[in-house]
Nanobody
């Protein structure tokens, strides 16, 4: 069984900061790419940031320069540091990880339960 547990969401004022964490646990051989997605009410889920096992990152244009994704491979944990938050960042944020459960198997995507981020004054 593989689980992704997210934490760090909450209510913050515009211009504030939050740090999200997501830890993968269970029967895991290795973790490939990890990332964050978000979904606002009435909108489709969109990619926020990704990071490969080697540390290469990608970001949505809307968050470049404000968000930073990082990971701790020893802990199978991915982080999202969010600075200069805007009301438009309000959404449920979901952690994603491509996980290989056995060395001979292909990776499969796993998702966290989501954590609410609300940016409002």
């Amino acid at each position: 069984q593989v689980q992704l547990v997210e934490s760090g969401g909450g209510l913050v004022q515009p211009g504030g900061s939050l740090r999200l964490s997501c830890a993968a646990s269970g029967s895991i051989s290795s973790v490939a790419a990890m990332g964050w997605y978000r979904q606002a009410p009435g909108k489709q889920r969109e990619l926020v940031a990704t990071i490969t096992s080697g540390g290469s990152t990608t970001y949505a244009d809307s968050v470049k320069g404000r968000f930073t994704v990082s990971r701790d491979n020893a802990k199978n944990t991915v982080y999202l540091q969010m600075n200069s938050l805007k009301p438009e960042d309000t959404a449920v944020y979901y952690c994603n990880a491509d996980i290989r459960r056995h060395f001979y198997s292909a990776t499969r995507p796993y998702w966290g339960q989501g954590t609410q981020v609300t940016v409002s004054s």
